[in-house]
């Protein structure tokens, strides 16, 4: 059967955001990691959400995996295609939003999308082009220091502007305010004067219900998981659905809990400053520095988290550190083999632990999450129950046992404070 929508996403907790939105519009999602090898049953699915890792790579590898991506996708019949990207538009000068949009446009032979990157409910909103994180303009909100994609500039027609050779244009709440038909035509005419990516202004849901109604015979829309959230509604109108569909259930949870956080975002650093606050004893902290001389803090960090688990204690591993010490590691190692330490260092533990019985998994940070799930050699997850909002729990069934995973992959920024623990509360 041929699905309705068929999702790319940059980064992997960025996935499970959007696949979560769709499933609560409505919609039968399977997140998929990576292009699928084999194929898949997708009987009574009427999304497929591929999860990437092409957020921080080079801009070539980025368009080479979209472009497999999206072929997979169209082959499977997907009526629109979404690139789903941060709520924070993570990217550098050199793309990688601006690029694989490119590249997909071209693949379809469609001259026009949308950036949508705003969430208002997890406080991302779009105003006159400039992304707003809560009351805080984006390169004042924490992600000016953002260890892989720092983001300086809040204004996004200015930002994507050095990521594309095309004309990159706005469409403002004021048209937004209009209704859908006005923003129809207020896209048809930036098409006509060439316009090819248009960052649109969303205050609120009500504009995401106005732009997926405008857009949703687009061949490519993209952004945050917000217009996920708002598409299948149109869906509906246009006939592509039949039904709105209730999440489905997952196989009880069972084996110990484990968190691994290599994010270093505000709202994770509160998060486990809460965790630790009311577990003080049930922490391990990983130092970049200490990963690169030998393997002796892996060893204690595996040694510290197979004793916590086997108490049933509640265990996390961390390398998430303020700002001013994931600086220092940076200028010694350089950036990405810091990150690629910690990535590597968590991955293998996560290999370890849940081979040794973890059976609940919480990964926060999408590239932490990527390296995590990869290194797992999950292929696909489905969709339960909602921790916070862009955060569900997933499951996955583990290969050569009869055992299902439940994992949580957490957006560094998403989540209450009290996260780490309020997610094993709602597991069932
Ligand atoms: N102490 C540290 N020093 C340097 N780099 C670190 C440190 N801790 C983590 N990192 C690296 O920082 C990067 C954090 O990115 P990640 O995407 O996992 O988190 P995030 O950006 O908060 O999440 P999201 O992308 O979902 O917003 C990872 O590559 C991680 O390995
Ligand atoms: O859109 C978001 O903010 C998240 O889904 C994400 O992509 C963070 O990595």
Known sequence: MAITLGAIADDFTGATDLANNLVRGGMRCLQVIGVPKEDINLNEIDAVVIALKTRSCTVNEAIADSLQAAAWLRAQGAKQLFFKYCSTFDSTDKGNIGPVADA??????????????????NGRTVYQGHLFVGDRLLNDSGMQHHPLTPMKDADLVRVLSHQTP?????????VLALGAEATRAHLASLEEQ??????????????????????????????????????PAQYRNQGWLDSINEPGRLQPASGSALILSGSCSR??????????????????????????????????????????????????????????????????????????????????????????????????????????????????????????????????????????????????????????????????
């Open 104 to 121: 997909l446009l071209d693949e379809l032979k469609a001259s026009q999308t949308v950036m949508v990157p705003a969430f208002p409910i």
């Open 166 to 174: 095309h004309k990159v244009g706005l469409t403002n709440h004021t």
């Open 194 to 231: 060439s316009v090819r990516h248009v960052v649109c202004d969303t205050l609120d849901e009500h504009n995401l219900d106005i732009l997926a109604e405008a857009t949703v015979q687009f061949p490519l829309v993209t952004g945050g998981s917000g217009l996920g959230q708002a598409l």
């Open 267 to 428: 709202a994770t650093l509160a998060q486990v400053a809460n965790f630790l606050e009311r577990y003080p004893d049930s922490g391990f902290a990983l130092d970049p520095l200490s990963l690169a001389k030998d393997d002796k803090q892996w060893k204690q960090a595996l040694a510290f988290a197979l004793e916590n688990v086997s108490r049933n204690a509640p265990t996390l591993i961390y390398a998430s550190a303020e700002p001013a010490n994931v600086g220092i590691a940076q200028k010694i190692l350089g950036r990405e083999r810091a990150g690629a330490l910690v990535e590597e260092a968590l991955s293998q533990l996560a290999i370890v632990l849940v081979d040794k019985g973890v059976g609940r998994l919480v990964v926060a940070g999408g590239e932490t999450s990527g390296a995590v799930t990869s290194a797992l050699g999950i292929t696909a997850l489905h969709i339960g129950e909602q921790i916070d909002p862009g955060v569900p729990w997933t499951q996955t069934a583990l290969e050569n046992s009869k055992a299902y995973l439940s994992l949580a992959l957490k957006s560094g920024n998403f989540g209450e404070v009290n996260f780490f623990t309020k997610a094993f509360e709602v597991l069932p």
